[in-house]
């Protein structure tokens, strides 16, 4: 940079990302916290994006994940990425994606949100992204808060928990998202937990393979919201999912379901005993396992009733 | 070249196509598309049009117009939309966004009144709205102005000493619905008119960065400096494309002010879009008796012409600045940046404003004739005065 340029053409602001030995999508040195479950997820996109082999590129909106790119002159992504106003990762990877559709070219267009900018203000440009059923791969990596503002409450936030913006704890319930992109009848949609690495991955694998609006979410452990401990984040989202909190299935084209892995049925304080955003005394915790376990009981007979066959 | 009778809005979609169309052999053209009276027919004339290489993708807002324009320009494709009034407003977190980015993404606004009071008509207070962000702005007069200002704001936003977005307006209805003889040039001289589009930041595997990460106080005010001298640049540019133009073309296009009679005037008018054409009229019929008076129109508001202003004002004792539109708590907007811009001329001129036709009020030769009454008889400046303004004010009492 020339603070008393005289270049005839203008140059652009970009944060390059300078070659390093590490060639790959999210560079050590990132911002992300010790334990964030993004770091996980991104470095699982990595592989499986290696594995396939294709290319990618980013369109995140203001988030946790825009913000681990780092400072200039530099970027911790190791792939191109573009940042979104919070509403927009959708439109703008409309734009991409139709551009790589008429160059012939098979980059994957993929969107990287956390939960403000999937459930609440991007939802709108999401579900018309999502009704065109462009050809993105939408990932949400979903810490139930907006993490980057400093811990506010979003429509992610599951029940009881404590939030800067709601300090006695919340007392509506987490949105269902899948089932609102599912009923968009996009080609995939599922659930993914870091605690379940395997499962991840196929979905991965499965999102990569198909074209349209696949969507992904992530339950994104993190610590720094949850008051969790960083070394145990694949453990905590393991035991959402061992208590129904988090149920972990697939949809196709809206219409095909498979669910992938059975809870055991723990109570659900062990989850929430490990987290400080949570007290137990606010939560009526018998009415919380009885609504998973009916949400669990319909997601399955819905996988009977409408298995999916691949 | 032969006219045909069309719309402005015709005449904008027409341009906007072509254009796009142009850039087929390169990475092609992707818009998103919103509806909103009085551009409506704008998208849908890009909506219908056979693309070679090209989507046009109907978004559900504004927002996401811009939004998809903004991932189709940093993909490397030749990107435009087109909106209106609380369109514009919806839209402006991203409008902002495409103007630091340095995408030269062309976007036609047909200038109506921002809402509340519900009121579809020529104002332009919407547009001017977005005077602080890194946007060329150009008001057109006439249905052919406005093709070929746009097919113009592409060349000039692409070319590399600028990359800016650019923005073309006209009036409601006026403009946007009236049919006037126009000629629509053929694709063939639309692509030797415009290079095909090479961003030179475009994302990219083989290179990847990152658009938009943090950028530290120092290297983002320098970016900022950046913006300043590409619009610095953006005269000098104006002019090569207008060159270019006339080669192509065969015609004139007009610059960044357009002058009439301000040779010798002692007083001049300064207006803008199709008050200017009311103005000139007026004007042409008083030069013809003698009358020492001339009309400025300042056709680019951004970056605001300062010494094309000064320049045609070098002889005028007196100046009327009228505007259609309003910055509440200050006046007429045009006036305020044109006081500014002649503010240390010496002897200085007195510059009084006007405002007239606001919500699409029709300004008529009367009121040119009232203008031009109260500005010769006046001594001493005073706040804006807004004219023919009883028979409203009346009504709503
Ligand atoms: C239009 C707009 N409003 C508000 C903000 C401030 N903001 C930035 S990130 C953010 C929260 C993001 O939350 P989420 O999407 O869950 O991502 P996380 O920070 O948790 O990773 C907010 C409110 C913004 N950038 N833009
Ligand atoms: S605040 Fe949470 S989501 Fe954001 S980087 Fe830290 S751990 Fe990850
Ligand atoms: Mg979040």
Redesign the interface.
Same mark, same amino acid.
């Given at each position: 940079m020339n603070s008393t340029s005289t270049v005839e053409t203008s140059s652009v602001p970009v944060n390059p990302t300078i070659a390093c030995s590490e060639d790959c999508l999210l560079r050590p040195g990132n911002t992300n916290c010790g334990g964030c479950g993004m770091s996980v997820g991104l470095n699982m996109l990595d592989r499986i994006l290696e594995e396939t082999g294709q290319q990618c590129m980013l369109a995140i909106p203001a988030c946790c994940g825009i913000v681990t790119a780092g400072g200039f002159p530099t970027s911790s992504y190791g792939v191109p990425v573009i940042a979104t106003t919070f509403a927009s990762a959708p439109a703008v990877a409309s734009g991409m994606a139709g551009v790589c559709e008429i160059n012939n070219e098979s980059e994957q267009i993929i969107c990287w949100a956390g939960d403000g900018g999937t459930y609440d203000i991007g939802l709108g440009t999401l579900s018309a992204a999502a009704e065109r059923n462009e050809n993105i791969l939408y990932i949400c990596y979903d810490n139930e808060i907006y993490g980057n503002t400093g811990g506010q409450r979003s429509s992610a936030t599951p029940l009881g928990a404590r939030t800067t913006t709601t300090p006695e704890g919340k007392t509506e319930r987490k949105k269902d998202i899948l089932s609102i992109l599912a009923a968009h009848r996009i080609p995939y949609a599922a659930t993914l937990s870091i605690g379940h690495p395997e499962d991840f991955a196929r979905k991965l694998r499965t999102a990569l393979s198909l074209r349209g609006l696949r969507f992904l979410l992530m339950h994104s452990p993190c610590p720094t919201g949850w008051k969790s401990e960083p070394a145990e984040s694949a453990q905590l989202v393991r035991l959402a999912v061992a208590a129904g909190l988090f149920p972990l299935y697939e949809i196709w084209d809206g219409c095909t379901y498979r669910v992938n892995v059975e809870p055991a049925w723990i109570d659900p304080r062990e989850y929430y005993r490990q987290q400080k955003r949570f007290r137990i005394d606010d939560i009526d915790v018998e009415a919380v396992q009885r609504e998973c376990k009916e949400n669990f009981q319909r997601l399955k007979i819905l996988a009977q009733q409408f298995p999916h066959r691949s | 070249m032969s006219k045909k009778l069309v719309t402005g809005n015709h005449a904008a979609g027409y341009a906007l196509s072509t254009a796009g169309e142009a850039n087929r052999n390169a990475?092609?053209a992707?818009?998103?598309i919103y509806p909103i009276t009085p551009q409506t027919e704008i998208v849908e004339y890009v909506a219908k049009f056979p693309f070679t290489?090209?989507?046009v %993708?109907p978004?559900? +807002?504004e927002? +996401?117009?811009m939004?998809?324009? %903004?991932?189709? +320009? %940093?993909?490397?494709?030749r990107?435009f939309t087109a909106s209106s009034s609380n369109g514009l407003a919806y839209m402006v $977190?991203?409008i902002m966004?495409a103007g630091?980015?340095?995408l030269p993404i062309v976007m036609v606004a047909v200038n109506r009144t921002l809402g509340p009071p519900w009121n579809i008509w020529a104002d332009q207070s919407d547009t001017l709205m977005l005077r602080d962000f890194p946007w060329i702005q150009l008001y057109c007069e006439t249905n052919q102005e406005v093709l070929d200002t746009t097919l113009l704001a592409f060349r000039l936003a692409e070319d590399?000493? %600028?990359?800016?977005p650019a923005l073309v307006c006209l009036d409601a209805f006026i403009v946007s619905h009236t049919q006037m003889g126009t000629d629509l040039p053929e694709q063939e001289l639309v692509d030797r008119f415009l290079p095909v589009l090479d961003l030179?930041?475009r994302?990219?595997?083989d290179?990847?960065?990152?658009?938009?990460?943090?950028?530290?106080p120092? $290297?983002?005010m320098?970016?900022r400096? $950046?913006i300043d $001298?590409?619009m610095e640049r953006v005269p000098g540019v104006l002019e090569e494309c207008r060159t270019a133009f006339a080669e192509v073309f065969g015609r004139e296009v007009t610059g960044a002010v357009e002058t009439f009679g301000v040779e010798d005037a002692e007083t001049v008018l300064i207006a803008s879009s199709t008050i200017a054409t009311t103005a000139r009229e007026v004007i042409r019929n008083r030069r013809a008796v003698g009358e020492k008076i001339g009309l400025l129109k300042i056709k680019m508001y951004r970056p605001f012409p300062e010494a094309e202003i000064r320049a045609a004002c070098r002889t005028a004792k007196k100046i009327a600045v009228l505007d259609r539109n309003y910055a509440a708590g200050i006046g007429g907007i045009f006036w305020w940046d044109v006081r500014a811009a002649l503010q240390d001329c010496s002897p200085s001129p007195l510059v009084q404003g006007y405002l007239t036709g606001l919500c699409g009020g029709d300004v008529t030769p009367s009121v040119i004739d009232q203008v031009i009454g109260d500005i010769t008889s006046r001594h001493r400046a005073t706040k804006p005065i807004w004219m023919a303004i009883e028979a409203g004010k009346e009504k709503s009492r």
């Open positions: - | 990475r092609g992707v818009c998103g290489k090209g989507r %993708i978004v559900e +807002s927002h +996401s117009a939004g998809v324009s %903004i991932g189709a +320009s %940093i993909s490397g494709a990107a $977190e991203n966004v630091y980015y340095r590399r000493r %600028i990359l800016l030179p930041h994302l990219r595997c290179k990847p960065a990152t658009m938009g990460g943090l950028v530290w120092q $290297e983002a320098s970016q400096l $950046e $001298e590409a």
